[in-house]
């Protein structure tokens, strides 16, 4: 048995950081659309930042295509 270590995001919903970051690259925008698609946050509510912080570390961009040359 490998070892490993579960992040949980939300405990309420038992929804990890993986299944949160899944939600945000299937399409959910905000705190809110995170929540209709797995439940993460819909609860005590002490889990918000957190949620908000993988929404934008996921939905970041990941090169610097478009940004514009500095001289
Ligand atoms: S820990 Fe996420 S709603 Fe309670």
Request: hydrophobic letters at 40%; proline letters at 1%.
């Amino acid at each position: 048995m490998k070892g490993g270590v579960t992040l949980f995001a939300c405990i309420c919903a038992a929804a990890t950081e993986s299944e949160v970051r899944h939600c945000v690259r299937s399409g959910a925008r905000s705190v809110e659309e995170i929540g209709d698609a797995c439940g993460a946050g819909s609860g005590c509510g002490s889990c918000l930042n957190t949620l908000d912080v993988l929404l934008v570390t996921t939905s970041a961009p990941t090169d610097l295509d478009g940004l514009a040359a500095s001289a």
